[in-house]
């Protein structure tokens, strides 16, 4: 079982930048890849970015496209969401995820593992 918290949302003005953290249990961290995915509300979860197993591999939304960055640190069992020149529309709740392969993938229903979330919210 793979457990993922995240942490690091919050309240930002519009252009502002934040960093999201998500800290992963388990020893196949290190090999498997990792996504943030975020849910406004009244709206369905959507991708925002994915990473895979090293690090060297990633995709992200083009609502995103950038001004966000995701990382890892399979040392320190974390994945990271660098966010900048935030919009209000990147309001929402930030989910990390955890596939049980090392590919990446932008859909939801190819990741088995969920963090509780953090909210993002940014002002105008």
């Known amino acids: 079982q793979v457990q993922l918290v995240e942490s690091g949302g919050g309240l930002v003005q519009a252009g502002g930048s934040l960093r999201l953290s998500c800290a992963g249990s388990?020893?196949?961290?290190?090999?498997?890849?990792m996504g943030w995915f975020r849910q406004a509300p009244g709206k369905e979860r959507e991708f925002v970015a994915t990473?895979?197993?090293?690090?060297?591999?990633?995709v992200y939304a083009d609502s995103v496209k950038g001004r966000f960055t995701i990382s890892r640190d399979n040392d320190k069992n974390t994945v990271y969401l660098q966010m900048s020149s935030l919009k209000p529309e990147d309001t929402a709740v930030y989910y990390c995820?955890?596939?049980?392969?090392?590919?990446?993938?932008?859909?939801?229903?190819?990741?088995?593992?969920w963090g509780q979330g953090t909210q993002v919210t940014v002002s105008s």
């Open positions: 995820s955890s596939r049980r392969t090392y590919g990446p993938s932008r859909y939801p229903h190819e990741y088995d593992y």
């Open positions: 388990g020893r196949t961290f290190s090999t498997v890849a």
């Open positions: 990473i895979n197993w090293s690090g060297t591999s990633t």
